[in-house]
């Protein structure tokens, strides 16, 4: 059974740091994508960073050179993120899903995994 737990949201002022972490646990794909996603009232769930697994990030242009997405051995996943702004205000979510190789590298599907999520607030 595939479980994804969030935590380390929480409210920081403008200009701050978070780092989120996401316990995933049962792997069910030998190649995979897993990342974070967030969604603000109002508005659509947004890709924000994920990672496959031949360890390779891919962000979304609005977090570039901010947010860091990595994961370690123990299939803990990563996102550090630096120079908040009120606009990164969202619930975030970690998930998981399959990857399949197009050319030279992984691609990711759709996401069939999800954790709760845990809040984020930035303040001005």
């Known amino acids: 059974q595939v479980q994804l737990m969030e935590s380390g949201g929480g409210s920081v002022q403008s200009g701050g740091s978070l780092r989120l972490s996401c316990v995933v646990s049962?792997?069910?794909?030998?190649?995979?994508?897993v990342g974070w996603f967030r969604q603000s009232p109002g508005k659509a769930r947004e890709r924000v960073a994920t990672i496959d697994s031949e360890s390779m990030p891919l962000y979304a242009d609005s977090v570039k050179g901010r947010f860091t997405v990595s994961q370690d051995s123990a299939n803990t996943l990563y996102l550090q993120m630096n120079n908040l702004k009120p606009e990164d205000t969202a619930m975030y979510y970690c998930?998981?899903?399959?990857?399949?190789?197009?050319?030279?590298?992984?691609?990711?599907?759709?996401?069939?995994?999800w954790g709760k999520g845990t809040l984020v607030t930035i303040s001005s």
């Open positions: 998930a998981t899903g399959p990857a399949e190789y197009y050319g030279a590298g992984l691609v990711c599907g759709d996401m069939a995994y």
């Open positions: 049962g792997y069910p794909y030998s190649s995979y994508c």
